[in-house]
């Protein structure tokens, strides 16, 4: 019975990310510090209805890629990986192989290692999801794939060139032979790491490799210093990702979409390029919710933007998850709009304060349908004042951008 309560509670505080309510609320608190809390999907956010702006563009987003492979109620996505994180089992074919320790190879010996992730996305999935069970439904284990996302199979590529041969043939069989690098923030695991990214992919309709790049975050809400500390270690580790892949796989394009303490990681990291590969060039960088210093963001910049077709910087005033970063760790966050939001000379800066759509106004960044549209159009390469964005300029020298209700 005990156990029953257990999971009822779990269940619970993840789903106060999806509902505002303030029993939920409560419940969040209480449960940060329970020692199982690592294993609740913080990263998913249900959203229940469908703002008129992605309604208008639902239509022309692919139902599956590149890299999708359709089955009977479900269909299947292959996200390729990079992770610095250790290894937990011996199979690799298991799914939470690799946990929230920092993996520290021998000498001369890859930093980062490699595989494949299948991922099962439902029929039934609506963008702006992770489709799981209910907080409620504490007998259901979630391992259905006609109802819910799940990691099918992990696959690691121990050979660092058969992994770039596997990544160049997932590029290769795109129409545009591009890829996307999702960077995450703080408090996510490897599995949650994955799944976000297979989502993404599906609800962009992306028409090349999904790769996440999963950096050893302790996926503990307590443990937001660990995870800080992480950050400045996994800088190189990205760089060499990105350099790699770009030069080794014959992409047209790399893209990369970070969120919260994951900008930190991307903006030191491409910062980094400009000096050791100037001759590698980047596609859009996108950095949502970016848990970062104004100081230190506005001082990388022009190196990250000598390096990109374009950078983008989403920020919200309802972010609540940042104003506690300000709190406890001073100093403005780029994600944030105190004072004001971050303006710069070829630097796209959009409002997103009305992409809100969880408890902390800190997860929009793969759960709300205007974003995602955004979004999509940012990685086409469609400019801020095309009509299709349904962004309203605002300034003039330096000008920033709002979403159009």
């Not at 156990?3 to 509902?19: D, N, P, S």
């Not at 545009?176 to 799944?195: N, Q, R």
């Not at 014959?250 to 994951?262: D, E, L, T, W």
Request: hydrophobic share 40%; charged share 25%.
């Amino acid at each position: 019975m005990s156990q029953f309560i257990e999971q009822f509670m779990l269940r619970a505080v993840a789903q106060c990310r999806h509902a505002r309510r303030p029993f939920f609320g409560a419940l969040l608190f209480v449960g940060a510090c329970h020692p199982r809390l690592p294993r609740i999907q913080y990263d998913t956010v249900r959203v229940v209805q469908r703002d008129t702006i992605f309604a208008n563009r639902i239509d022309t987003i692919r139902v599956t890629g590149p890299t999708d492979t359709v089955r009977a109620g479900w269909s299947e996505v292959k996200v390729f990986f990079a992770t610095d994180r250790k290894r937990l089992l011996a199979d690799s074919a298991r799914v939470g192989v690799f946990g929230p320790d920092r993996f520290r190879p021998a000498t001369n010996k890859p930093l980062l290692q490699f595989g494949i992730a299948s991922v099962s996305i439902p029929n039934t999935h609506r963008p702006g999801s992770i489709d799981s069970p209910a907080w409620y439904a504490v007998w259901d284990d979630g391992a259905d794939p006609a109802r819910y996302m799940t990691i099918r199979q992990l696959r690691e590529i121990r050979d660092s060139a058969a992994a770039i041969d596997t990544l160049r043939a997932m590029i290769g069989r795109s129409t545009k032979k591009e890829a996307f690098v999702f960077v995450h923030g703080f408090h996510v695991s490897f599995d949650d790491a994955l799944l976000r990214t297979a989502q993404l992919s599906r609800d962009l309709g992306f028409d090349g490799a999904p790769i996440s790049y999963s950096w050893p975050s302790k996926n503990s809400l307590v443990r937001y210093s660990h995870d800080a500390d992480e950050v400045e270690q996994s800088t190189l580790n990205l760089e060499v990702l990105l350099t790699e892949v770009k030069r080794l796989t014959g992409a047209g394009r790399i893209h990369v979409i970070a969120h919260s303490m994951g900008a930190r990681i991307a903006v030191k990291s491409i910062a980094s390029m400009q000096l050791s590969h100037p001759d590698s060039v980047l596609g859009e960088v996108a950095l949502a919710a970016a848990d970062m210093k104004v100081g230190d963001f506005t001082r990388f910049l022009p190196r990250v933007k000598s390096k990109a077709r374009r950078v983008t910087l989403y920020a919200s005033g309802s972010d609540r998850a940042l104003r506690a970063s300000e709190l406890f760790w001073s100093g403005d966050r780029a994600g944030d709009l105190k004072p004001s939001i971050v303006r710069a000379a070829g630097l796209v800066s959009i409002d997103a304060s009305r992409a809100s759509t969880d408890f902390l106004g800190h997860g929009y960044y793969g759960a709300n349908f205007s974003f995602l549209t955004d979004l999509m159009l940012v990685l086409t390469g469609t400019p801020p004042d095309n009509a299709l964005r349904r962004l309203l300029r605002r300034g003039q020298s330096e000008p920033y951008w709002w979403f159009i209700p």
